[in-house]
C-alpha cells in the first residue's frame, strides 16, 4: 500500500524560505496533496498536483514533483509566523488520502 | 472555515459509554469520509460514503464502529463501547470529484 515519509521538524527564520521534503511509494498516485494543520485546527487544503505536471505555483508556495523519484516538496517563500504549522504530505489511492506523519514548521525571530 | 460542519467539537466519554459525531458536508458534495488522527500522526482512513452508499470501509474499523449517511446528506459515526485506544480526533471531509477533499474541524474523543 502507499505509504508517505516526510521529516518531522523545520525551523526556519522568519523572511526565509520554508522547504519541505515528502517521498511516497505508491507510483499509482495521481494527486499528491500538502495540508496545512494549525493548533486545534482540522486540515487546510494548501495546494494539490496532479502526477502528470512536475511543478505547480500559487503566490508564495511552490510544489515541485519528481515523479521518477517519487519526491515532492513545498516551497514557502517569505516565510511568516503565521505559516507556523504542522504540514502534511499526502496522496491519493483511489478515493482515499493517504498522509504522511506531518511536519512541524518553526519560525525563529 | 471550509464549510464542513463537525459537531460536537469535544467529547469526554468514560470507557464503556457509546458515543456519536455528526458531519455535515458541503452541500453540493456527494461524497463523505471518515478519517482519525492520533497524536502525533496524519489522518488515517476509516470509511467514506457516495450519497447513502458506504463505498470502503478500512480495517481500521472495528465492529464497534459504525457510520450512517441516511439520506445522502449529514453522516453520523458512532463508536459502542469506546476504549481508551479510541482518543483522537474523528475529521469528516466532503467532496464532489474525490481527489479534492475539504476537512471539517474534527471532533476530539477523549476516553476516561
Redesign the interface.
Given at each position: 500500500g502507499e505509504d508517505v515519509e516526510q521529516s518531522l521538524f523545520l525551523s526556519v527564520r522568519e523572511g526565509d524560505s520554508s522547504v519541505i521534503n515528502c517521498t511516497y511509494t505508491d507510483s499509482s498516485s495521481t494527486y499528491l496533496y500538502w495540508y496545512k494543520q494549525e493548533p486545534g485546527a482540522g486540515l487546510q487544503l494548501l495546494t494539490y498536483i496532479f502526477s502528470n505536471m512536475d511543478m505547480k505555483q500559487d503566490q508564495r508556495l511552490t510544489v515541485l514533483l519528481n515523479k521518477k523519484d517519487k519526491h515532492l516538496s513545498l516551497r514557502i517563500a517569505d516565510t511568516q509566523t503565521g505559516d507556523s504549522a504542522i504540514y502534511f504530505c499526502a496522496a491519493n489511492r483511489d478515493d482515499k488520502i493517504i498522509f504522511g506523519k506531518g511536519t512541524r514548521l518553526h519560525i525563529l525571530p | 472555515d471550509?464549510g464542513?460542519s463537525q459537531d460536537p467539537r469535544h467529547k469526554i466519554t468514560k470507557r464503556g459509554q457509546n458515543v456519536t459525531f455528526r458531519c455535515d458536508p458541503i452541500s453540493e458534495h456527494n461524497?463523505l469520509?471518515w478519517y482519525r488522527q492520533t497524536l502525533?500522526?496524519?489522518?488515517?482512513?476509516l470509511t467514506?460514503f457516495q450519497n447513502e452508499a458506504q463505498?470502503?470501509k478500512s480495517r481500521l474499523l472495528s465492529d464497534r464502529f459504525s457510520a450512517e449517511r441516511p439520506k445522502g446528506s449529514f453522516s453520523t459515526l458512532e463508536i459502542q463501547r469506546t476504549e481508551q485506544g479510541d482518543s483522537a480526533m474523528y475529521?469528516c471531509?466532503s467532496s464532489r470529484t474525490?481527489?479534492?477533499?475539504?476537512?471539517?474541524?474534527?471532533t476530539r474523543l477523549t476516553v476516561l
Open positions: - | 471550509t464542513v461524497r469520509y502525533g500522526q496524519g489522518p488515517e482512513f467514506y463505498l470502503e475529521l471531509a474525490g481527489h479534492e477533499q475539504f476537512f471539517g474541524p474534527g
